[in-house]
Each structure stands twice: as structure tokens, then as C-alpha cells.
């Protein structure tokens, strides 16, 4: 008699079967158990869907009910429904993973004792703990932008396209001379401008934005609108700033040669040259020299390290303004604003923009190209893209990392393409393609004039760290590459390479926090793409290790690898993965704790990342690194402070002189410390005697370690005094050789 029942209930799916397929979150299953007999978890549902579940569940009960009754209504007013109690479930699995993570990385930060393998372990532990509470729907990632806007006409000015090709190719013939002059920069900024003009499309909401402006500035009572979130705006810049300036003059505190190489440089344009490629070091792109020039020029700067420093602060605080409109463009503005904090007080792209070798370039105008790709795309404007292509056009004319970007674009490109966001605007986005690379085309134009006159001079740089150009390849160049790109992948968490110049050597790129928060930023966006196939969280996934490739490249140089100025471009997705990772758990937190418990825990819980990242951060620069950097090395500033001490009583600069000697101070860069950028104090122990012509009063600074220059010296002024100068930091130390007036030879 109970047959027929036992049958029924043994083909319907049991709670074991449903967890299972809930675990296989991947696989799309129909699989599910009557709402009667499944307790939900009342806490995820919105005041609709527990009215909906309590209308179910009443129906389900009525319908078993007509088998003994006669009959039932089955429509029931929700009105007429007890509104049931919401249950709040502490997310432990969420706070759990986070813990977990910061330990991990706790572990791996550098210690006598440090291992890798504790790490890893609570690291996949963590993984296992986020990944369940996604499945438990504990840790909500779905916050994509999801506006679908019709795309933009295809059409163009003829007329200007054949004037801004005309412009260029005479631009292209008068760039031949090397050098920026006012005939050839104005056919290359009218052909750029031509070229603007063919494809911009004219918008009516431009024209009442400049409307509203105006009438706002001719209303003669302002009101002025001073919100929360305004004040956390205004609290994130005040940190900003104090990460990026605060010491700029003492950290890092010596220049080295490569540095001087760009003094040497701005020093050229200040004296009224304006080369398009600089030779010294290897070779230079322009933009940094005429960039820190400029700045020079507008506030009354000295050429010195410290102006170097604070164009290259600059540069990263613009940086940091696109990182935060990127993060609203691909989430919410909090995205953006944590992006911006994290990336602002962190010690990674801190310390390569204070060393001024070139690197805050990159991220400068990847940064924008992205943002406005990404608008581009999404709203289907035209315009955006004319803006990212004069980025990438910039770009290639600062860095020559940069190079590996117009590939990102095309794979931007080609993701959106196969992908259904891209549905009736593949055209439109391709033709976007189009436009951004013959505007970086027309901005690039002098240096590829350049390049393809001279291309070894540019090229040897690239060439000679990929290929064989200087020394052959220490193996396997596969081989070389692999191993390579595992040691860029994990410089995050364990080793950022071996420059003391641009890092902490032997240390990872991101502090414990911000390490643990890329982790499962990462984690984040893999689960989302599996769940929602967003274009965009692969593209962010991708393109970390594209940004790697310039430091990953170094095969004929693997020690170089991996390197934090060669990979600036990769904090752009980084820190946009951290700033995903801090908004998903907070909205974990708000959603499933009682509204004002869930926004107060939430607001201590991220304050606590920032403080605790901060912290750790101001250590690594202010102390770690720049104790690091000092000790490594010559204290060119101390001498350039004896010298001029010298100067400015009884000697003059003419009468002063450092000794050469293998490995030590570079010369050049005493000279620029003293203001004398351009200027060489060095003379070699052959050409002592020679000075013995001059008969006023000389002095010499000698390497501590120099026998030969110190016997040169007592055997040609055998009255001469020689102390031992006591510097400020250890192992440091270098001799003064002082020689009165009264010897030498009289003219």
C-alpha cells in the first residue's frame, strides 16, 4: 500500500543531491527540491521574495491538503500573510577567508625562518573558505555596471582624414633632423588635430554640460554641498598626498648615475635643446625630460634630484585619479576610491615614482587609455576612444615598457568581441580599434622618425635583454621564460627581485595586507567570470600578466627579473582587484548582518585594512627602503656638502676635486648636488701634478680604500693635511686631503 509512495519519493532528488550540485557551481542544473520541503535562508531575500516564498509556501500546503478536502482556493492575498522573520547568519566563512589570507601572507613577509609552504597552505584554505561562501551565496560578487547603450554610426570626415595624413607625412620628412623644431611640431599637431576632427563625433550633452557650467558661474549665490562622502573623498586625498610627498626631499636620499643621465637631460631643454630621443643611458623616451622641465619652469625649481622626485610624484598622483575613475567605471565609485588608497599608500608604485627612473610614466597614461577604452565601449562613444588613442600615443613617447600595451588593447578588444556584451557592437568596437591606433600612430610619429633613422639606438635596450645582443642566453630561452614568468607571478607575495634602486630587495611587492586582498581579489573575479562570462573580469585577469612581460622578457638578464619598474603598469589591475576584493566583503557584511550592526562592523573592518596597509606601507618606505637605498649607495650629497663648505670660505669650486677610483661616487652627481648640474669635479692620480700650477688653496676627496691616490697626492704636496671625513651612514667614510695656499708653483 505504501509501495507506490516509496517509488515517488525515491526519484525526487534528496537534500545530498542538491548540496552536490550547488558545490558544482559551474555546471548549469535544474536540479532543486520543493519549497515545502527546503529551508531557505531567509536573510538573502529581498521584502518581494519573502512575500513570493510565503505565497508558495501556502499554495504547496493547500494543494496537499485538496486530497482530503473537498476543495481549496488557491489564490491567497499577500496581504493576508504574517510577514516571516528574518534570520541574520553572522558570514564567518567570509571572515574566516580573510583571516586566513593576511595570515598567509603574514608568514611569507622575510624572516630567518621564512617558508613558503605554511603560507600556501592557509592560502588554500582560504581559497576553499571564499569559494564556499560564494557557493552559500555568504559573499555576493555580482556588481557589474550593466547599462546597454546602442552603438555609435561608423561614419567619418573624408576631408580631414586626407589633410591629417597630408600634415603627417610632412611632419614625418621635417622629424628627421632629431630634434623638436616649430616648423615640424606645428604640422604634427595639426595633422593630430585633423586627424581628431575626422572622427569626433559632436555630442549634445557636451554642449549642456558647458551650458550648465556657465549658468552655474553666472548665479550670483553659490551653495556649496559638504556630504559624508565628500568628507571621505577629501580623507583619502589628505593620505594620499602625505604617502607620495612626505620626505620626497630625503627619501629615497642619494642620486645614482642613471638618475643623473635624466638631470643631464633637463638640463639639455632648459639650455634650449629639444631632442626627440635621449641618448644617454641606454637611451631615453622625451616625455619625462620635457614634463620635468616644465615643471621647472612654472614653479622656479632648481635642476636637482629633488625636482626630478617631484615630477615624478606628480605624474603619480594624476595616476592615481584614473585608477579611481576606473574602478567606477568597472563596479561603483567605492571600488574606485579604495583602488586609489590602497595604490596611493602602497610601497610598490611609491617607491619606483620617488627613484624618478622613468616608471611613474607607464602607469600615467595606461591608467587613462583604460578608463576611456573601457567607457568607450560600454556607452558606445567614439570620443572616448580618440582619448585613449593620444594616451597610448603618450605613452609610447614616455616608456618604452610601454610597448607591450597596444598588444593589451588588441586583447581588450578581441575579449569584448567574444563576448555576449559585445552583442550588435562588434563593429562599433573594432572601428574603435581602428581609431585609437592611428591616433597613436600620429602621436608617436616623431619617435618611429627617429627609430627608423637610428634603430639600434633605440632598439638595442629591448634587444639586448631578449636576445643575444650583449651576452648569450644563460640557457634555455623557454626555459628561461617560464621560470621567469612563475617568479613575476609571485613577486605579490614572496620576492620582488634584486634592486635595491626601485624596492626592498628580496621582499614581495605588496604588504601583508594588500597581498592577502589580491589573493582573494583574484579568487573573486575567476568565480564571477565562471558565474556571469563578464568580458571584463577576464580582461582584468589577463591582463596582469601581459603588464608582467616587459620584466619577464629579460632573457639574456634573468637576475633582473623580476622588476617593479619594468611591471609599473601592472598596479592599474591590481589595485583594482584589491579595491573589488574590499568592497565585495564589506557588502557581504552589510547584507548579511542587521542593517546598523552590518554597516558598523563594516566601517571598522575597512578602516582597519586601511590603517593596518598604512602602517605597514610607511615602514617599508620611510624606514626599510630608504635605510636599504642608503646603505647601498654613495653619499654624493655629504661631499657635495664639503665641497660647497669649502666654496663658500676659503676655496672656490675650481680648486676642488674628488679622486677617481673604480666603483665609487659618480662625480657628475656631486656637481649637480652643489648646483652645478653639467659640471665634473673627478681628475684621475695621473693628473695631480698638473694642479700644482694653481697657488691658492686646493682640496681633494679621496676614496677611504685609494693607496695610490693618497701617495700621488703626499708626494706633490708634501705639506698637505689628510683627515678622515665621518659620515652619517656606516661604511661610508672618505678622506680629505687639504693643501694651503702656500704650495704650488708660482705663475
Given at each position: 500500500?505504501?509501495?507506490?509512495?516509496?517509488?515517488?519519493?525515491?526519484?525526487?532528488?534528496?537534500?545530498?543531491?542538491?548540496?552536490?550540485?550547488?558545490?558544482?557551481?559551474?555546471?548549469?542544473?535544474?536540479?532543486?527540491?520543493?519549497?515545502?520541503?527546503?529551508?531557505?535562508?531567509?536573510?538573502?531575500?529581498?521584502?518581494?521574495?519573502?512575500?513570493?516564498?510565503?505565497?508558495?509556501?501556502?499554495?504547496?500546503?493547500?494543494?496537499?491538503?485538496?486530497?482530503?478536502?473537498?476543495?481549496?482556493?488557491?489564490?491567497?492575498?499577500?496581504?493576508?500573510?504574517?510577514?516571516?522573520?528574518?534570520?541574520?547568519?553572522?558570514?564567518?566563512?567570509?571572515?574566516?577567508?580573510?583571516?586566513?589570507?593576511?595570515?598567509?601572507?603574514?608568514?611569507?613577509?622575510?624572516?630567518?625562518?621564512?617558508?613558503?609552504?605554511?603560507?600556501?597552505?592557509?592560502?588554500?584554505?582560504?581559497g576553499?573558505?571564499?569559494?564556499?561562501?560564494?557557493?552559500?551565496?555568504?559573499?555576493?560578487?555580482?556588481n557589474?555596471?550593466?547599462?546597454?547603450?546602442?552603438?555609435?554610426?561608423?561614419?567619418?570626415?573624408?576631408?580631414?582624414?586626407?589633410?591629417?595624413?597630408?600634415?603627417?607625412?610632412?611632419?614625418?620628412?621635417?622629424?628627421?633632423?632629431?630634434?623638436?623644431?616649430?616648423?615640424?611640431?606645428?604640422?604634427?599637431?595639426?595633422?593630430l588635430?585633423?586627424?581628431?576632427?575626422?572622427?569626433?563625433?559632436?555630442?549634445?550633452?557636451?554642449?549642456?554640460?558647458?551650458?550648465r557650467?556657465?549658468?552655474?558661474?553666472?548665479?550670483?549665490?553659490?551653495?556649496?554641498?559638504?556630504?559624508r562622502?565628500?568628507?571621505?573623498?577629501?580623507?583619502?586625498?589628505?593620505?594620499?598626498?602625505?604617502?607620495?610627498?612626505?620626505?620626497?626631499?630625503?627619501?629615497?636620499?642619494?642620486?645614482?648615475?642613471?638618475?643623473?643621465?635624466?638631470?643631464?637631460?633637463?638640463?639639455?631643454?632648459?639650455?634650449?635643446?629639444?631632442?626627440?630621443?635621449?641618448?644617454?643611458?641606454?637611451?631615453?623616451?622625451?616625455?619625462?625630460?620635457?614634463?620635468?622641465?616644465?615643471?621647472?619652469?612654472?614653479?622656479?625649481?632648481?635642476?636637482?634630484?629633488?625636482?626630478?622626485?617631484?615630477?615624478?610624484?606628480?605624474a603619480?598622483l594624476?595616476?592615481?585619479?584614473?585608477?579611481?575613475?576606473?574602478?567606477?567605471?568597472?563596479?561603483?565609485?567605492w571600488?574606485g576610491?579604495?583602488?586609489?588608497?590602497?595604490?596611493?599608500?602602497?610601497?610598490?608604485?611609491?617607491?619606483?615614482?620617488?627613484?624618478?627612473?622613468?616608471?611613474?610614466?607607464?602607469?600615467?597614461?595606461?591608467?587613462?587609455?583604460?578608463?576611456?577604452?573601457?567607457?568607450?565601449?560600454r556607452?558606445?562613444?567614439?570620443?572616448?576612444?580618440?582619448?585613449?588613442?593620444?594616451?597610448?600615443?603618450?605613452?609610447?613617447?614616455?616608456?618604452?615598457?610601454?610597448?607591450?600595451?597596444?598588444?593589451?588593447?588588441?586583447?581588450?578588444?578581441?575579449?569584448?568581441?567574444?563576448?555576449?556584451?559585445s552583442?550588435?557592437?562588434?563593429?562599433?568596437?573594432?572601428?574603435?580599434?581602428?581609431?585609437?591606433?592611428?591616433?597613436?600612430?600620429?602621436?608617436?610619429?616623431?619617435?618611429?622618425?627617429?627609430?627608423?633613422?637610428?634603430?639600434?639606438?633605440?632598439?638595442?635596450?629591448?634587444?639586448?635583454?631578449?636576445?643575444?645582443?650583449?651576452?648569450?642566453?644563460?640557457?634555455?630561452?623557454?626555459?628561461?621564460?617560464?621560470?621567469?614568468?612563475?617568479?613575476?607571478?609571485?613577486?605579490?607575495?614572496?620576492?620582488?627581485?634584486?634592486?635595491?634602486?626601485?624596492?626592498?630587495?628580496?621582499?614581495?611587492?605588496?604588504?601583508?595586507?594588500?597581498?592577502?586582498?589580491?589573493?582573494?581579489?583574484?579568487?573573486?573575479?575567476?568565480?564571477?567570470?565562471?558565474?556571469?562570462?563578464?568580458?571584463?573580469?577576464?580582461?582584468?585577469?589577463?591582463?596582469?600578466?601581459?603588464?608582467?612581460?616587459?620584466?619577464?622578457?629579460?632573457?639574456?638578464?634573468?637576475?633582473?627579473?623580476?622588476?617593479?619598474?619594468?611591471?609599473?603598469?601592472?598596479?592599474?589591475?591590481?589595485?583594482?582587484?584589491?579595491?573589488?576584493?574590499v568592497?565585495?566583503?564589506?557588502?557581504?557584511?552589510?547584507?548579511?548582518?542587521?542593517?546598523?550592526?552590518?554597516?558598523?562592523?563594516?566601517?571598522?573592518?575597512?578602516?582597519?585594512?586601511?590603517?593596518?596597509?598604512?602602517?605597514?606601507?610607511?615602514?617599508?618606505?620611510?624606514?626599510?627602503?630608504?635605510?636599504?637605498?642608503?646603505?647601498?649607495?654613495?653619499?654624493?650629497?655629504e661631499?657635495?656638502?664639503?665641497?660647497?663648505?669649502?666654496?663658500?670660505?676659503?676655496?672656490?669650486?675650481?680648486?676642488?676635486?674628488?679622486?677617481?677610483?673604480?666603483?665609487w661616487?659618480?662625480?657628475?652627481l656631486?656637481?649637480?648636488?652643489?648646483?652645478?648640474?653639467?659640471?665634473?669635479?673627478?681628475?684621475?692620480?695621473?693628473?695631480?701634478?698638473?694642479?700644482?700650477?694653481?697657488?691658492?688653496?686646493?682640496?681633494?676627496?679621496?676614496?677611504?680604500?685609494?693607496?695610490?691616490?693618497?701617495?700621488?697626492?703626499?708626494?706633490?704636496?708634501?705639506?698637505?693635511?689628510?683627515?678622515?671625513?665621518?659620515?652619517?651612514?656606516?661604511?661610508?667614510?672618505?678622506?680629505?686631503?687639504?693643501?694651503?695656499?702656500?704650495?704650488?708653483?708660482?705663475?
Amino acid at each position: 500500500m505504501n509501495q507506490p509512495e516509496e517509488r515517488k519519493s525515491s526519484q525526487e532528488p534528496s537534500v545530498l543531491d542538491y548540496f552536490i550540485s550547488k558545490i558544482k557551481f559551474w555546471e548549469k542544473s535544474a536540479l532543486s527540491l520543493a519549497e515545502s520541503e527546503l529551508e531557505i535562508d531567509d536573510s538573502s531575500l529581498t521584502t518581494a521574495d519573502l512575500k513570493t516564498k510565503s505565497v508558495k509556501v501556502v499554495k504547496n500546503k493547500a494543494l496537499s491538503e485538496k486530497k482530503t478536502k473537498t476543495a481549496v482556493t488557491e489564490e491567497v492575498a499577500v496581504s493576508d500573510l504574517a510577514t516571516p522573520t528574518i534570520h541574520y547568519l553572522i558570514p564567518w566563512l567570509s571572515v574566516v577567508a580573510l583571516i586566513l589570507a593576511v595570515i598567509a601572507q603574514i608568514l611569507l613577509e622575510p624572516s630567518p625562518s621564512r617558508s613558503a609552504i605554511p603560507g600556501l597552505v592557509l592560502y588554500l584554505l582560504a581559497g576553499g573558505a571564499l569559494i564556499y561562501a560564494n557557493i552559500c551565496r555568504e559573499w555576493v560578487v555580482d556588481n557589474h555596471r550593466s547599462e546597454v547603450l546602442p552603438g555609435f554610426n561608423l561614419t567619418l570626415r573624408i576631408d580631414f582624414l586626407f589633410m591629417a595624413l597630408i600634415m603627417a607625412v610632412m611632419a614625418f620628412v621635417l622629424f628627421g633632423n632629431g630634434h623638436f623644431t616649430f616648423l615640424n611640431t606645428v604640422f604634427w599637431l595639426f595633422a593630430l588635430i585633423m586627424v581628431f576632427l575626422t572622427f569626433r563625433n559632436r555630442e549634445a550633452a557636451s554642449s549642456q554640460r558647458v551650458n550648465r557650467i556657465w549658468e552655474a558661474l553666472k548665479c550670483p549665490h553659490w551653495r556649496i554641498e559638504f556630504s559624508r562622502w565628500t568628507l571621505i573623498v577629501f580623507v583619502a586625498i589628505g593620505l594620499v598626498l602625505f604617502f607620495r610627498f612626505n620626505q620626497l626631499d630625503t627619501v629615497p636620499p642619494e642620486m645614482i648615475s642613471d638618475q643623473a643621465e635624466r638631470l643631464f637631460g633637463v638640463n639639455d631643454v632648459a639650455q634650449g635643446e629639444y631632442p626627440i630621443f635621449f641618448a644617454g643611458s641606454f637611451g631615453s623616451e622625451a616625455f619625462q625630460f620635457y614634463w620635468t622641465g616644465a615643471l621647472i619652469k612654472l614653479f622656479d625649481l632648481d635642476i636637482s634630484f629633488h625636482s626630478l622626485k617631484f615630477a615624478s610624484a606628480l605624474a603619480g598622483l594624476i595616476t592615481l585619479i584614473y585608477i579611481y575613475l576606473l574602478g567606477k567605471e568597472i563596479a561603483n565609485k567605492w571600488v574606485g576610491l579604495l583602488a586609489m588608497v590602497f595604490c596611493g599608500v602602497a610601497y610598490w608604485p611609491n617607491v619606483f615614482t620617488r627613484a624618478a627612473m622613468g616608471a611613474a610614466f607607464f602607469p600615467l597614461f595606461l591608467a587613462p587609455l583604460l578608463y576611456y577604452l573601457l567607457k568607450g565601449l560600454r556607452i558606445s562613444n567614439r570620443n572616448y576612444f580618440l582619448y585613449s588613442g593620444l594616451a597610448l600615443g603618450l605613452g609610447l613617447l614616455s616608456h618604452r615598457a610601454f610597448l607591450i600595451v597596444p598588444v593589451l588593447l588588441i586583447i581588450a578588444v578581441v575579449l569584448y568581441c567574444l563576448h555576449k556584451q559585445s552583442d550588435g557592437k562588434r563593429a562599433q568596437a573594432l572601428f574603435g580599434l581602428v581609431i585609437i591606433l592611428l591616433i597613436a600612430l600620429i602621436v608617436f610619429l616623431p619617435l618611429l622618425r627617429t627609430i627608423l633613422a637610428e634603430p639600434r639606438v633605440y632598439l638595442y635596450r629591448i634587444f639586448s635583454r631578449v636576445s643575444d645582443w650583449e651576452r648569450p642566453l644563460p640557457g634555455s630561452g623557454w626555459s628561461i621564460f617560464l621560470k621567469n614568468l612563475w617568479s613575476a607571478f609571485v613577486m605579490f607575495f614572496w620576492s620582488d627581485g634584486n634592486s635595491w634602486v626601485d624596492s626592498i630587495i628580496q621582499r614581495p611587492a605588496l604588504d601583508s595586507i594588500s597581498g592577502s586582498l589580491y589573493f582573494i581579489g583574484l579568487l573573486v573575479l575567476i568565480v564571477r567570470y565562471i558565474r556571469k562570462r563578464h568580458w571584463l573580469d577576464m580582461f582584468l585577469i589577463v591582463s596582469i600578466p601581459v603588464l608582467l612581460l616587459p620584466s619577464v622578457l629579460s632573457l639574456a638578464f634573468p637576475e633582473e627579473n623580476p622588476s617593479l619598474s619594468r611591471t609599473a603598469g601592472a598596479i592599474i589591475p591590481i589595485f583594482l582587484v584589491i579595491g573589488l576584493a574590499v568592497d565585495t566583503f564589506i557588502s557581504a557584511l552589510i547584507t548579511k548582518l542587521p542593517q546598523k550592526l552590518g554597516k558598523a562592523i563594516a566601517w571598522i573592518i575597512g578602516l582597519s585594512l586601511v590603517i593596518l596597509s598604512g602602517v605597514n606601507n610607511y615602514d617599508l618606505v620611510f624606514d626599510q627602503y630608504k635605510n636599504s637605498y642608503q646603505s647601498a649607495s654613495w653619499n654624493a650629497s655629504e661631499m657635495a656638502q664639503v665641497i660647497k663648505e669649502f666654496n663658500d670660505t676659503i676655496g672656490s669650486y675650481d680648486s676642488a676635486w674628488i679622486v677617481g677610483y673604480p666603483h665609487w661616487v659618480d662625480t657628475r652627481l656631486v656637481a649637480i648636488e652643489v648646483g652645478r648640474a653639467g659640471y665634473d669635479f673627478a681628475i684621475w692620480p695621473e693628473q695631480i701634478e698638473q694642479t700644482a700650477l694653481m697657488t691658492h688653496t686646493k682640496m681633494f676627496l679621496i676614496n677611504i680604500d685609494d693607496e695610490s691616490g693618497k701617495q700621488a697626492l703626499e708626494e706633490i704636496y708634501p705639506d698637505g693635511v689628510l683627515w678622515e671625513y665621518d659620515s652619517d651612514v656606516e661604511n661610508k667614510n672618505f678622506m680629505i686631503f687639504f693643501v694651503p695656499p702656500s704650495q704650488g708653483v708660482e705663475q
